[in-house]
């Protein structure tokens, strides 16, 4: 066997070795560049999640701030009603009070007419052994007192049955009042449910002062400037009627408001605010009439342009929540009134 130069096999050997080498560092470099970008997809991953979950919190924030918000009108509504009760049942207590009151001096009275009564009848006794004339005397003035006692007597009856009457009405007032506080409720309850499926940004049903408002936002109903009623609006108006068209004894003034920034488009039938305030709540009300078949003599339009404002029109958001129209729901009041009128 011929053997090789050993410089021969040494320059093989480093030859091959350094090929091995270089094979080994790109490997080497695959896998790393491999586990970055493997780490980059995870970490956008991962990135993209905590997205989505932070965008998920914000909305529900948002939902969260809205319920919020309508909590607390809800509270607000119920504080007042709850403190306008207070104040008519005081009323009533101090009524109530100022008739036993009476009552007392009437019955003190009566006891001190017998009393009165009785010493004469006494007295008489006494004096009747007396002369003649002087009994005479003793029985004429024994007559007048008992006159004077039978009208006090009259008096006293009468009295006690005005006050009895009295009474009466009171608790008829009572019990009037809170049947309508009860067909107040059940009325909002009725138009709330008529309305689902409106956002709260859109209108708002709520209840005080003896009565049910439902704002509608002029988003829901109109575009800007205009008093042409959109489709969506025109649906929630019809909405209310149908539910009105059952309750016969509820009347209906819808009102239109503005914001108190000019009115600037000025042409055809709407020159300002007063004009575009009026025509909106006109046109509204000619939906309820013709299309929500309520009778015309049940609902009357109002407009108050910027001066009845429910919030500040010194930001945006104030100004967009005072250009609304809405609709006040009243019961009839003619059996309460009478009531007072008889009491009064």
């Known amino acids: 066997m011929t053997s090789l130069p050993l410089n021969v096999i040494k320059g093989n050997f480093d030859s091959k070795s350094h090929f091995n080498m270089k094979k080994l560092i790109y490997c080497v470099a695959f896998v790393v560049i ?4 493997s780490s980059c997809l995870v970490a956008k991953k991962k990135y993209d999640e905590q997205v989505a979950i932070g965008k998920k919190l914000l909305d529900e924030k948002r939902d969260c701030n809205e319920k919020l918000d309508k909590a607390n009108d809800d509270i607000k509504s119920l504080n007042e009603q709850l403190k306008k009760l207070s104040d008519e049942v005081e009323a009533l207590k101090n009524q109530n009070l100022s008739l036993s009151e009476k009552s007392d001096r009437l019955k003190k009275a009566n006891e001190d007419a017998n009393k009165l009564y009785e010493d004469l009848k ?7 052994k007396s002369s003649s004339k002087a009994r005479e005397k003793l029985s004429l003035q024994l007559a007048e007192k008992e006159q004077t006692l039978n009208q006090k007597q009259d008096e006293l009856k009468k009295l006690s049955d005005a006050l ?9 007032l009572e019990a009037l009042m809170a049947k309508k506080d009860a067909a107040l409720s059940d009325l909002k309850k009725k138009i709330t449910e008529a309305l689902t499926g409106f956002n709260s940004d859109e209108l708002k049903v709520t209840q005080k002062d003896g009565k049910v408002y439902v704002s509608l936002s002029d988003k829901l109903l109109f575009k800007s400037g205009s008093f042409a009623v959109d489709e969506k609006g025109k649906s929630a108006i019809v909405k209310v009627a149908e539910v009105l068209n059952k309750l016969t004894d509820v009347t209906i003034v819808v009102e239109g408001h503005t914001d108190n920034k000019q009115y600037t488009i ?7 605010n007063w004009d575009l305030s009026a025509m909106r709540a006109a046109a509204v009300t000619n939906i309820i009439v013709n299309e929500g078949k309520l009778a015309p003599t049940r609902v009357v339009a109002e407009g108050h342009s910027e001066f009845y404002p429910v919030e500040s029109n010194e930001t945006t958001e104030g ?17 309460i009134f009478k009531i007072l009128e008889t009491t009064n």
């Open 319 to 335: 100004r967009s929540k005072n250009r609304r129209i809405e609709l006040v729901l009243s019961p009839d009041l003619k059996e």
């Open 266 to 272: 000025a042409k055809g039938e709407v020159k300002n």
């Open 164 to 172: 009895n009457e009295r009474e009466k009405r009171v608790k008829d």
């Open 122 to 128: 006494n007295e008489y006794q006494e004096l009747s």
């Open 34 to 37: 491999s586990a970055s970008l």
